[in-house]
């Protein structure tokens, strides 16, 4: 099976600082997929950013970028230059391509962005 | 395009009744999943529909059931409501050409049961 561990469940940032959030997987699969999502206040869940398990070179969105390290089965999000309105709980998330669409999602993390 | 569609947003129901809830998926996607969000499990997988077929199924029980139209719509059925059903159900729809699109998902609907 299949697990997703985030092991922070709330985080706080001083506004246009830099923080890091944890996520690490098991799995036995070797091709798979990794996201992070970020849920507001008003529940709607927005895709932040997707790794795949085959390319070796770490994602990267605007202020967002991830460090994926699949041997220690890693996979953390950066948030560079934080924003009040990154201000959300963030889901780690992962899909092996056997299984389809089903997405696999960690226990999330609480991030406060303050002014 | 516009994204993901969900009604009701909130729904009010007593225990033992069924519930119907709707989800309309961004144009020219094929797959639709639905997801239950609750506070003690956390997000958990339901099933998902490709071309009017269920092709992956979660861990729910039989009461738990949906369908897709062949304008790619989806319904998802709750019958005999527990209130452990109380939970904020979400949909996400993805092009469904590769196994492991992205997923972008709707506002959801937030299910009270008395």
């Known amino acids: 099976a299949q697990t997703v561990t985030q092991s922070q469940p709330e985080m706080s940032v001083q506004e246009a600082e830099t923080v890091t959030l944890s996520c690490t997987y098991d799995?036995?699969?070797?091709?798979?997929?990794l996201f992070w999502y970020k849920q507001p206040p008003s529940r709607q869940m927005i895709l932040v950013i997707r790794?795949?398990?085959?390319?070796?070179q770490n994602a990267t969105e605007n202020r967002f970028s991830v460090n994926f390290q699949k041997a220690a089965k890693s996979f953390s999000l950066k948030i560079s230059d934080s924003q009040l309105g990154d201000t959300a709980m963030y889901f780690c998330?992962?899909?092996?391509?056997?299984?389809?669409?089903?997405?696999?999602f960690g226990e999330g993390t609480q991030l406060t962005v303050n002014p | 395009k516009a994204g993901v569609t969900q009604t009701p947003r909130y729904l009010i129901k007593t225990r033992g009744q069924q519930v119907t809830l709707s989800c309309s998926p961004i144009?020219?996607?094929?797959?639709v999943s639905w997801y239950q969000q609750t506070p003690g499990q956390g997000l958990q997988f339901l099933f998902e529909?490709?071309?009017?077929?269920?092709?992956n199924k979660g861990n729910f029980p039989g009461r738990f059931s949906g369908r897709q139209f062949s304008n790619s719509r989806s319904e998802m059925n709750v019958s005999t409501l527990e209130l452990g059903d109380s939970a904020l159900y979400l949909c996400?729809?993805?092009?469904?050409?590769?196994?492991?699109?992205?997923?972008?998902f709707g506002p959801g609907t937030r299910l009270t049961v008395l």
């Open positions: 144009s020219g996607h094929r797959s």
């Open positions: 790794q795949e398990a085959y390319k070796q």
């Open positions: 996400a729809s993805s092009s469904g050409t590769g196994r492991t699109d992205t997923q972008y």
């Open positions: 998330a992962f899909m092996i391509e056997t299984s389809g669409s089903r997405l696999t």
């Open positions: 529909y490709f071309s009017e077929t269920q092709r």
């Open positions: 799995t036995s699969e070797n091709n798979y997929y």
